[in-house]
């Protein structure tokens, strides 16, 4: 077996630049002198086991990632006042929030109404603010299919796992962050390539990461999936970056999933079942958590391979290093193709002939920490899943006369 020995099994090292000016190591002037020098490096990787965010330029563009409801309105009408009238950003939202009647008919935000610009995936933003829940950031990191900003999201959803700040401490939150007083949470993405019939797979692990200044925007599937507008620039290819999970299922058809899986280019079993779920540290806590996975901290370099209700006792979930590749394809003697969706988003028919190739993007999603990655980690943990949560046992009380 032929393994690429430039492929770091272990852990592969992220890139360090997170959109046009954030990073996490250290920015130097033209006289080489550290632009941050009041806080030594040294200190970055140590606290915590965080990622302290630094800016190589002042932060200039915001994109704010809204949900689509009544609720998020008026957070999105302070936030974005607040960032043009007192921090003077630009500020950037998707055209269906211009389409609101409750944000362009409100007279209050009239004059900030008019200074707001269109987002599109040629814009080098800076900065992603998401008012939402964690579906919301899951859609926020399907806009980056390279590398992302730095991403502050606020809880306004349902379960809000991920989305651990609170919007009643916006300006102070935004206040740290664009001062470069914030850490970073990296949680890493998923580089899906689908290869159809009579198409090799693409040998090149992340090749469409080799080419930031091509127009390749894969993200559009998501809404237009029958689209061509995710094939790699030099492949025809199909290429997905996702922040929870791929999932293989078996959709509306009655029989089972036949699909076998591979890794690092050897064959370690056929799924027989409803399905598998390949999914990131992070999505440990989603879909693959319901399917019986293990709860993986999201800074843990790894891969989680779930299967779906297997038609095995003996099928276990397995746990590989973040820099395998892994590898499916309908079986032969399969009876039917499988579905499968990328962060529970663009669905798509996978038959006999297609090929699915993963492996950990060196893109990942860089979050902006409440307080550390452990404790806010931890925090979600206990609040939204209550792990653990139970009845104290009550101690024995003696009756026995002293």
Same mark, same amino acid.
């Given at each position: 077996m032929l393994i690429d020995e430039s492929c770091n099994v272990t852990c592969p090292a992220p890139k360090n630049l997170?959109?046009?000016?954030?990073?996490?190591?250290p920015c130097y002037n033209e006289d080489g002198q550290e632009l941050d020098a009041?806080? @030594?490096?040294?200190?970055?990787?140590?606290?915590?086991?965080?990622?302290? %965010?630094?800016w190589c330029g002042d932060p200039e563009n915001v994109l704010i990632v809204k949900k689509i409801d009544a609720e998020t309105v008026q957070p999105f009408i302070k936030c974005a006042s607040w960032l043009v009238q007192e921090k003077n950003?630009?500020?950037?939202?998707?055209m269906p929030v211009f389409d609101e009647d409750s944000i362009k008919n409100d007279k209050s935000f009239a004059s900030v109404f008019k200074k707001l610009q269109v987002y599109t995936h040629t814009t080098p933003i800076d900065l992603i603010i998401c008012l939402g829940g964690d579906g919301? %950031?899951?859609?926020?990191?399907?806009?980056?299919?390279h590398s992302m900003p730095p991403v502050v999201p606020f809880h306004m959803g349902s379960l809000g796992f991920m989305t651990s700040h609170q919007f009643e401490t916006m300006e102070d939150t935004l206040t740290n962050v664009l001062?470069?007083?914030?850490?970073?949470? %990296?949680? #890493?993405?998923?580089?899906?390539?689908?290869?159809?019939?009579?198409r090799p797979a693409s040998t090149n692990n992340d090749n469409a990461e080799s080419y930031p200044d091509k127009e390749f925007h894969p993200t559009s599937c998501m809404v237009t999936p029958s689209t061509d507008c995710c094939k790699n620039p030099e492949e025809s290819d199909k290429t997905f970056l996702v922040l929870n999970e791929v999932s293989i299922h078996r959709g509306t058809s009655s029989c089972l999933c036949n699909v076998d899986l591979f890794l690092m280019e050897r064959q370690?079993?056929?799924?027989?079942?409803?399905?598998?779920?390949?999914?990131?540290?992070?999505? #440990?806590?989603?879909?693959?958590?319901?399917?019986?996975? #293990?709860?993986?901290?999201?800074?843990?370099?790894?891969?989680?391979?779930? @299967?779906?209700c297997p038609h095995s006792l003996s099928f276990r979930p397995l746990i590989v290093p973040a820099?395998?590749?892994?590898?499916?394809?309908?079986?032969?003697?399969a009876r039917a193709g499988v579905n499968i969706s990328f962060d529970g988003r663009d669905?798509?028919?996978? +038959?006999?002939?297609?090929?699915?190739?993963?492996?950990?993007?060196?893109?990942?999603?860089?979050?902006?920490?409440? #307080? +550390?990655?452990?404790?806010?980690?931890?925090?979600?943990l206990s609040e939204c899943l209550l792990w653990n949560t139970r009845l104290s046992q009550k101690k024995i009380q003696s009756n026995l006369s002293k």
């Open positions: 997170f959109g046009p000016k954030a990073t996490t190591m009041a806080h @030594p490096t040294e200190e970055y990787d140590v606290n915590h086991g965080d990622k302290k %965010l630094k950003l630009n500020v950037f939202a998707e919301t %950031l899951l859609y926020a990191a399907s806009l980056f299919q001062t470069g007083q914030a850490s970073l949470m %990296l949680r #890493s993405r998923l580089r899906c390539i689908v290869s159809t019939a009579n370690i079993t056929s799924v027989q079942g409803d399905g598998l779920v390949i999914s990131t540290p992070t999505g #440990s806590t989603g879909y693959a958590v319901a399917a019986g996975a #293990s709860v993986v901290h999201p800074q843990v370099p790894s891969i989680m391979v779930t @299967p779906i820099g395998a590749q892994l590898k499916l394809a309908v079986s032969e003697n669905t798509m028919q996978f +038959n006999k002939g297609d090929t699915l190739t993963i492996r950990t993007s060196t893109h990942p999603t860089p979050c902006v920490c409440r #307080s +550390n990655p452990f404790d806010d980690w931890f925090d979600s």
